[in-house]
């Protein structure tokens, strides 16, 4: 079973408007965090925001917000009013487990939403 | 700019050849970690370093191998290069302190093209 289910292939929103790009997760361990990236056509994978499992209140950066609903297990990102430099692929991950001093905090990656802004 | 550095940002080579890929992480990060990114497969964990040893393996091929050195660089090896392992290689850092808020931070890539 897939770990990080990213279910929109590809979005568009229009500028200034708000977008959500929808993350489920599958995990037994009571202890996770959740991060999201953008990845631009250029490449390279740039942190956007974390979500710790613990975390009581929804995490947010600048115009970005994490909306986390544990119970449904999913952790959805909001873009607030969009930009032209917003469209790129989007990837969810999720890191599971504590550090019991032989433990690995690997990325597992959804496959990625393309959000495409619309002037 | 993430303060991950990889070398080089683009490889072309052929088939059956072997290829080194560096890393520098982040200034106070001890841990990397090496991810490949293709098409068909998507981001994948290949493999994780911690302060100069090897702390887990995900889906590695026995052809790849990897290394950390004492001044914390690491180097991904890639030997008998096949048509498949063409993709976007990824060196990731982070503190590795244990501490939820650990992040991963990711370095440009290198593009490996294999002919």
């Known amino acids: 079973a897939q770990k990080i289910t990213q279910t929109q292939p590809g979005m568009f929103v229009q500028e200034k408007e708000a977008v959500t790009l929808d993350c489920t997760y599958d995990?037994?361990?009571?202890?996770?965090?959740l991060f999201w990236y953008k990845q631009p056509s250029s490449g390279e994978m740039i942190f956007l925001i974390y979500q710790g499992s613990y975390d009581q209140q929804n995490a947010t950066e600048g115009r970005y917000s994490l909306n986390f609903q544990k119970a449904r297990k999913s952790a959805n990102l909001v873009i607030s009013a969009s930009q032209l430099g917003d469209s790129a692929m989007y990837f969810c991950?999720?890191?599971?487990?504590?550090?019991?001093?032989?433990?690995?905090?690997?990325?597992?990656f959804g496959k990625g939403t393309k959000l495409s802004v619309i002037p | 700019d993430s303060g991950v550095t990889q070398t080089p940002k683009h490889l072309i080579t052929a088939t059956g050849q072997r290829v080194t890929l560096r890393c520098s992480p982040r200034s106070g990060d001890l841990s990397v970690y090496w991810y490949q990114q293709s098409l068909d497969q998507g981001l994948q964990f290949l493999i994780q370093y911690y302060n100069g040893e090897e702390r887990a393996k995900g889906n590695i091929l026995e052809r790849f191998s990897a290394q950390q050195f004492p001044d914390l660089h690491s180097e991904l090896n890639l030997s008998s290069l096949e048509l498949g392992d063409s993709a976007l290689y990824f060196c990731?850092?982070?503190?590795?302190?244990?501490?939820?808020?650990?992040?991963?931070?990711f370095g440009p890539g290198t593009r490996l093209t294999v002919l």
């Open positions: 990731a850092s982070g503190r590795g302190s244990g501490l939820s808020t650990d992040t991963q931070y």
């Open positions: 995990t037994s361990d009571p202890s996770y965090g």
């Open positions: 991950a999720m890191r599971e487990g504590r550090d019991s001093g032989a433990g690995s905090y690997q990325l597992t």
